[in-house]
Nanobody, 124 residues
Framework: QSQLVESGGGKVQPGGSLRLSCAAS????????ISWFRQAPGKEREGVSC????????NYADSVKGRFTVSRDNAKNTVYLQMDSLIPEDAAVYYC?????????????????WGQGTQVTVSS
């Protein structure tokens, strides 16, 4: 019954923006670090961004630095990924993951819960 649900994906033109949400159900996120991963067809799953429990530390993949912003609202049991200046290479299924760790990890192994993914398409 514990799960993460991503939402906010869709199709945008290059240069556009989307805000992804990751809402927890059945548990609270206030003890979890949260990461976003993405996977495009034929490519490996890659870490996109991570935020620690307090939100004081964030990490971003080099490919999205300066364009994506991760944030969290523990009171709403939700994390967000604001994606600006989107490029076609950003097109993928985006997943959020929660882990009982006190640091950011770009590896999927520390994460206990995963969402089902939300599709992001970037094209003209």
């Amino acid at each position: 019954q514990s799960q993460l649900v991503e939402s906010g994906g869709g199709k945008v033109q290059p240069g556009g923006s989307l805000r992804l949400s990751c809402a927890a159900s059945g548990f609270t996120l206030d003890a979890y670090a949260i990461s976003w991963f993405r996977q495009a067809p034929g490519k490996e799953r890659e870490g996109v961004s991570c935020i620690t429990i307090s939100g004081s530390t964030t990490n971003y993949a080099d490919s999205v630095k300066g364009r994506f912003t991760v944030s969290r609202d523990n009171a709403k049991n939700t994390v967000y990924l604001q994606m600006d200046s989107l490029i076609p290479e950003d097109a993928a299924v985006y997943y959020c993951a929660a882990g009982l760790i006190n640091f950011c990890s770009a590896s999927p192994t520390p994460y206990d819960y995963w969402g089902q993914g939300t599709q992001v398409t970037v094209s003209s």
